[in-house]
Nanobody, 125 residues
């Protein structure tokens, strides 16, 4: 069973940066795509970014492309989300997600099998 723990959230001014971490334990971390999603109050959970098992391919939502960078350190079993030039609309609870098998896509919640508890990101204007 996969287990994920996010950290690194907090309060930041608009234009600032944060780096989120997702520490993984359990099976198949290094094999499959890992993703980040976020959910703001009153809104649906949405895809933010994903990285394949090798770390060679990354995918981003249009709203964060060019500002966020996803990466993984297989030796540390950790996935990161570097967030730069943060905007008030980036404020949300950010969730890390993992999966046990290839699904053919990466941006749906149903593509993932296990989730972290989330970390809050607040952006002041």
């Amino acid at each position: 069973q996969g287990h994920l723990v996010e950290s690194g959230g907090g309060l930041v001014q608009a234009g600032g940066s944060l780096r989120l971490s997702c520490a993984a334990s359990g099976r198949t971390f290094n094999t499959y795509t890992m993703g980040w999603f976020r959910q703001a109050p009153g809104k649906e959970r949405e895809f933010v970014a994903a990285i394949d098992g090798s770390g060679s391919f990354t995918y981003y939502a249009d709203s964060v492309k060019g500002r966020f960078t996803i990466s993984r350190d297989s030796a540390k079993n950790t996935v990161y989300l570097q967030m730069n030039t943060l905007k008030p609309e980036d404020a949300a609870v950010y969730y890390c997600a993992g999966r046990y098998a290839y699904t053919g896509s990466y941006s749906r919640q149903t593509d993932y099998d296990y989730w972290g508890q989330g970390t809050q990101v607040t952006v002041s204007s």
